[in-house]
């Protein structure tokens, strides 16, 4: 079956502009995670969808930084006023209530000029 | 709170050598412990995890981890290694009852013929 989709797999963006990045699951996980990898770094943790709503947002850098996930499954990360500093891999995850096991999409690389 | 440090960033190695890469961690709950695998241009892979029961796990393509209570590790091992392994590797620790994963810096794994 399809794994876990993003789009779009690269984007280069101007200091300052507003930038989206979507996340589709797989069909039929409830839970759904951002993650931002920096070069040389391992995955660090944004968000947690469960479901609509965010569980856990305790990740997110400031409020620039913001996700939705309207009708539980489709989620996109919103970043407002890019930074250089906010380049990186952006990564979605998801799994199912009864996993342990997360199931990673290929990311976003997000350059900001 | 969680860490997870991997003592190397890059381990090299000869093809058909042993290789062991090395993964500590500190909490102050019970964890799940995960290895995830990416390999060049590809997104992150689950190899192993660690939930309960038996203190070695192994993975289908001959890895496999040691969870050490007394010693919060979870070194990754493989016999002989083949070019196919050359990938980077991350170190991942999830407390029960919490859904986000904290990972390591990660190793890089190259294998020389």
């Known amino acids: 079956g399809a794994g876990v989709s993003q789009t779009p797999s690269n984007k280069v963006t101007e200091k300052g502009k507003y930038v989206e990045l979507r996340c589709d699951p797989i069909s039929g996980h409830t839970a759904l995670y951002w993650y931002r990898q920096s070069l040389g770094q391992g995955p660090e943790f944004l968000i947690y969808f469960q479901g609509t709503g965010a569980a856990d947002d305790s990740g997110l850098p400031n409020d620039r930084f913001f996700a939705v996930r309207p009708e539980g499954s489709v989620s996109t990360l919103k970043i407002q006023r890019t930074e250089r500093g906010d380049s990186a891999v952006y990564l979605c995850?998801?799994?199912?209530?009864?996993?342990?096991?997360?199931?990673f999409g290929q990311g976003t690389r997000l350059t900001v000029v | 709170a969680q860490s997870v440090t991997q003592l190397d960033s890059q381990v090299p190695v000869f093809e058909e050598a042993p290789v062991e890469l090395r993964c500590n961690y500190s909490?102050?709950?019970?964890?799940?412990l995960f290895w995830y695998v990416q390999y060049p241009n590809q997104g992150l892979q689950l190899l192993l995890k660690?939930?309960?029961?038996?203190?070695l796990v192994e993975s289908i393509n001959g890895f496999e981890a040691e969870f050490n209570k007394s010693q919060t590790s979870f070194h990754l091992r493989k016999p002989s290694v083949h070019i196919s392994d050359t990938a980077e590797y991350f170190c991942a620790v999830r407390s029960k009852g919490a859904q986000k994963l904290v990972f390591g810096q990660g190793t890089r794994l190259t294998i020389n013929p």
């Open positions: 995850a998801s799994s199912s209530q009864s996993d342990t096991e997360a199931f």
């Open positions: 660690y939930l309960s029961g038996s203190t």
């Open positions: 909490s102050s709950v019970s964890v799940y």
